[in-house]
């Protein structure tokens, strides 16, 4: 897919994760133990052949560029293509439904313009999955479609409230498409990827600027439906679609399952990341760990339980961590319990401090605070 170019288009509703996306976007949330966000759509097209990705920034992007350097971890380190950053542009918007998106991708035309790639794969990064681009273009290419649009259908589990749905003809066209649905639980969901030619997005972004159009789904998508030829292609595989703090729980809950782990870090290609030396992870005497995803730097002397501890986690003697998500460099004092909690980095639970949040509505604690 040396002639595919990838755009990552960060403009995303950064309300729906409150406190967790209070110090930087969506796509630089930690999640895994040791990833971030974005580092699986960045994998799936690195894994795919990509070399030249564009990421679209929102406002807070100070993280993702602490988080990705260079692109070095990604192969992105090159003196052709690679990886390159797009800072918002200085457009003062109104809060409203609109992303606003095709406003920041008209400022940013010179750089699609003069990338030698033909086609172009186009990704949110909320939309967490391990799949191959590569099957996907020749769908694309095999249908001879000007727009190919990957889809997930619905298991039921999930609220569709912020989602995009379908609707597809037997042959895979789309004929519809529905924001917010009325209906929540069933549908074909739109992972907001896109596959076209780069001259066709120029064209769209040019047409929508000339009549002041700004969200790529609403005015970009859904108003050239029955102009061009739009077709589905389905993913078969996990997604996990991070919209609210109970979407991201529920995600890491997952990933204790081996058989969902296996397939989102290893299943079309590994997930890369930020390397972070450290040294390994010291279970003392006391120590007791069950179905937990711990990462390196970590203490343990108390009880870990169906979580996920990031790096430099401490949880001290008599202390007990269920059903929870611990971010970096966090200390759990003796005799303290935390139940479906998730904790921002730098959290403090002092000694003998019970926190305990719900299955479907766990306990936040923001970043730095001592309890």
């Keep these: 897919m040396k002639d595919v170019m990838g755009i990552i288009n960060l403009m995303e509703n950064e309300g729906f994760l409150k406190e967790l996306s209070y110090y930087r976007p969506v796509a630089a949330v930690p999640t895994g133990g040791r990833y971030r966000i974005i580092d699986f759509v960045l994998s799936n097209m690195v894994n795919s052949g990509i070399r030249n ?8 992007y100070r993280s993702l560029l602490d988080h990705m350097g260079r692109g070095k971890e990604w192969d992105l380190d090159r003196k052709r293509d690679g990886l390159f950053f797009l800072p918002p542009a200085q457009i003062h918007y109104p809060m409203s439904i609109y992303r606003w998106d095709l406003r920041h991708f008209c400022s940013h035309l010179d750089y699609i313009d003069f990338s030698r790639q033909k086609y172009v794969i186009i990704s949110g990064s909320n939309m967490i999955c391990n799949l191959d681009y590569k099957a996907a273009f020749r769908f694309h290419q095999e249908t001879k479609a000007d727009m190919t649009i990957l889809y997930k259908v619905s298991t039921g589990r999930e609220n569709l409230a912020h989602c995009t749905v379908i609707e597809t003809e037997d042959d895979g066209r789309v004929v ?16 907001e990827m896109a596959i076209m030619e780069k001259s066709l997005l120029v064209d769209l972004i040019n047409g929508c600027a000339s009549r ?11 108003k050239n439906l029955h ?6 292609y389905r993913h078969q595989g996990y997604l996990a679609y991070i919209d609210s703090i109970q979407s991201y729980y529920q995600h890491n809950m997952d990933l204790l399952t081996p058989e969902i782990g296996q397939e989102l870090f290893f299943k079309h290609g590994v997930i890369y990341t ?38 430099g986690v ?3 003697k008599g202390a007990c961590v269920r059903n929870s998500v611990i971010m970096e460099s966090c200390v759990v004092e ?9 904790s921002e980095k730098q959290v403090v639970v002092t000694r003998g401090k019970h926190l305990k949040g719900e299955k479907h509505y766990p306990l936040v604690i923001r970043k730095r605070t001592v309890i």
């Design 314 to 316: 401490k949880i001290h």
């Design 176 to 191: 519809d498409m529905a924001m917010n649905p009325v209906d929540r639980k069933a549908g074909k969901v739109f992972m």
């Design 212 to 222: 002041g159009d700004c969200d790529f789904v609403k005015d970009g998508l859904i």
């Design 334 to 342: 003796e005799d303290a319990l935390l139940e479906n909690v998730i």
């Design 53 to 60: 990705v564009g990421i679209i920034t929102p406002q807070k």
């Design 274 to 311: 930020k390397v972070a030396d450290g040294a390994p992870t010291r279970y003392k005497e006391t120590a007791k760990t069950q179905n937990a995803l711990v990462a390196n730097e970590c203490v343990i002397e108390g009880t870990v339980e169906n979580s996920i501890l990031f790096r």
């Design 227 to 232: 102009k061009l030829k739009i077709y589905g």
